[in-house]
């Protein structure tokens, strides 16, 4: 079965969040299992030099956006049995971010049909083109409405995989005839149009054989008005094509046993090498070094989408009590600004990185006894999969993949993964922490089972790819 994966990020090439982590491991996971698996992304400039010396070019032509004539160039890398397509344009991927700018539907626009240009000029004809988010959704249309004429790309099957359905691409109705050279029948029959203008990743929706998110919750989240983002109609109209897989995480690159970025490795046999990474974390965060007090991380972006508004709202009453709290991200100026507050007025308690420092992020998972992650809407969520891998108990707001994933704390049954509240409030957040902070201080017996359970839940690629396959097959008979 031949793959096309079509997305905006991937890595170790270039990402921005969970998008770029699954791009960049489950075609990988694929691969092992006898897919024929192929990558697409833009050429952005700010690919690391190792990987621009290994790719080859393979060959170049020009692409009409509308009316304008714009080089592309393919370049070609293959790792972990993976080909990888770079789409090259300086105009539109020389930029200091991937995303972000006002002609980001241009851009898109660009790469869209560049991809689908790009599989006749260098025969490359997919079973199934995998795209994701918005910046790629228009392909299942484009295939459908503006190249149906080439008998080729007909039996072409598309997935559309949704990481994030706030991100919508929403632009003028005017974008069809001048990125897409096409007229506006489907804009006027409703099929592209939302609102007053085109949504990429409405039409996506329509368009595409298959839809999937990335967990079971977050796809029925969506189909609601309070997580669907005006989405939620069109989704409850194509239930019946829409499915959650949930994301793993890179087993290799997350494993406390063999992590090089750690001080010291440990396994759920040997939990020793886990009181000297936080006795590192304390020293490196200029913290007391005290094994008796729990410490919780915190490694995100700084947005109100994380729930930091109920952090902040509770934060002078947890550093009342005798803990430690660190926190790695970037974000928000507001609550950058708040945190850094905090880690001016407790110094010996709590430590503000605004920052990003991927060692640092694997030091806090190694090294914390507990990692706080509120979500207001988390699609799914890696951060929580990598701190059970790494034995530190998450405390979360239920929903969407934290749900899926975490195995709230029972009292009475003494089992779980973490710890878990089901009300959006700073009150449940708080109530939750305690119940934590509270089993870590009177109940050490407990918490290392919970530790040893979470550490001994299964978050890789393996069965999520499977369902993936299964997916493919069921779309294609085979």
């Known amino acids: 079965m031949k793959v096309l994966f079509a997305a905006a990020e991937c890595a170790p090439f270039f990402k921005t969040g969970g998008l770029g982590d699954v791009i960049g491991a489950l075609p990988k996971e694929l691969a092992k299992k006898g897919a024929k698996l192929s990558v697409v992304l833009p050429y952005f400039t700010k690919i690391p030099e190792s990987f621009k010396e ?20 393919i370049k ?5 049995d993976v080909t990888y397509y770079f789409i090259e344009n300086a105009y539109y991927f020389d930029r200091e971010n991937l995303y972000g700018y006002e002609d980001d539907g241009e ?3 660009y790469f869209s049909l560049a991809i689908i240009e790009m599989l006749e000029k260098i025969d490359l004809l997919p079973d199934i083109i995998h795209v994701n988010d918005f910046h790629t959704a228009m392909i299942p249309f484009l295939l459908k409405e503006k190249y149906q004429w080439i008998e080729a790309y007909r039996s072409i099957k598309t997935v559309l995989t949704i990481h994030n359905i706030e991100f919508q691409g929403a632009y003028s109705q005017d974008l069809l005839p001048d990125f897409f050279g096409m007229g506006l029948d489907r804009y006027y029959d409703g099929a592209a149009r939302f609102g007053d203008g085109v949504n990429y990743l409405k039409t996506g929706i329509l ?54 970025s750690i001080p010291a490795n440990f396994s759920i046999n040997d939990l020793s090498g886990k009181k000297k990474n936080k006795e590192a974390l304390q020293m490196k965060m200029e913290l007391p070094i005290r ?21 902040l709202d509770e934060l002078a009453k947890l550093l009342e009590k005798d803990v430690q709290l660190v926190l790695l991200g970037t974000g928000d100026p507001g609550i950058e600004h708040s945190f850094n507050y905090f880690s001016e ?19 806090i998972y190694a090294g914390s006894d507990l990692f706080m992650m509120p979500s207001a809407t988390e699609p799914c969520g890696l951060s929580q999969m990598i701190a059970m891998r790494y034995g530190t108990l998450p405390i979360v707001h239920e929903i969407g993949g934290l749900k899926d994933t975490v195995i709230p704390f029972n009292p009475v049954s003494k089992t779980g993964t973490g710890f878990g509240f089901s009300d959006f409030s700073s009150y449940y957040l708080l109530y939750s922490t305690n119940m934590a902070i509270d089993l870590y201080w009177n109940d050490q017996k407990t918490w290392i089972q919970l530790m040893e359970t979470a550490m001994a839940k299964d978050f890789s690629w393996e069965k999520s790819s499977r369902l993936y396959l299964d997916l493919y097959e069921q779309m294609v008979g085979f």
């Not at 020009?62 to 009316?67: F, H, K, L, Q």
């Not at 070609?76 to 972990?80: G, K, T």
């Open 54 to 73: 290994q790719c080859e070019d393979l060959t170049n032509f020009y692409v009409d956006v509308g009316w304008r004539h714009q080089y592309c160039g």
């Open 76 to 80: 070609r890398l293959v790792l972990n």
């Open 345 to 363: 007025h407790y110094p010996t308690k709590f430590k503000a990185k605004i920052t990003f420092d991927v060692d640092l992020a694997q030091l």
């Open 291 to 311: 094994d008796d007090v729990p410490l919780i991380g915190i490694v995100s972006r700084l947005t109100f989408q994380k729930g930091f508004q109920l952090i």
């Open 107 to 109: 851009r898109f626009a």
């Open 207 to 260: 368009y595409a054989d298959r839809v999937n998110t990335v967990s079971p919750s977050y796809a029925e989240e969506i189909k609601t008005p309070e997580f669907g983002f005006g989405l939620d109609g069109v989704l409850r109209l194509e239930q019946e094509k829409l499915t959650g897989i949930l994301n793993g995480i890179d087993y290799e690159m997350n494993d406390p046993e063999t992590d090089k």
